[in-house]
């Protein structure tokens, strides 16, 4: 079983900068995919961003260009860089472990959720 906890959200002014961590428990991490999803009041769960196990990258087309999704496998994390925030971002930031495929496949394995506000 994976355990993830997710950290590093906030409030925020537009243009700013955040960066998020998931941290995973087990020894297999660097086998699985990642992505990062979020969900914002009213809407969808929706992909962010993932990273393959072979660091592959893959991006929502509201986030290319800002947003970045990396991996460190030595310590079982994934992180997402953030920057020029706008207020449409503000949501509920959720890690996931999964699979890829020519799109991302998640499991059932979810963080708690970190929330991310953008706001003046």
């Known amino acids: 079983q994976v355990q993830l906890v997710e950290s590093g959200g906030g409030l925020v002014q537009p243009g700013a900068s955040l960066r998020l961590s998931c941290a995973a428990s087990?020894?297999?991490?660097?086998?699985?995919?990642m992505g990062w999803y979020r969900q914002a009041p009213g809407k969808q769960r929706e992909l962010v961003a993932a990273?393959?196990?072979?660091?592959?990258?893959k991006y929502a087309d509201s986030v290319k260009g800002r947003f970045t999704i990396s991996r460190d496998n030595a310590k079982n994390t994934v992180y997402l860089q953030m920057n020029s925030l706008k207020p449409e971002d503000t949501a509920v930031y959720y890690c996931?472990?999964?699979?890829?495929?020519?799109?991302?496949?998640?499991?059932?394995?979810w963080g708690q959720g970190t929330q991310v506000t953008v706001s003046s």
């Open positions: 996931n472990t999964g699979f890829y495929s020519g799109s991302y496949y998640p499991s059932d394995y």
């Open positions: 087990g020894s297999i991490f660097s086998i699985y995919a």
């Open positions: 990273i393959t196990s072979g660091g592959s990258t």
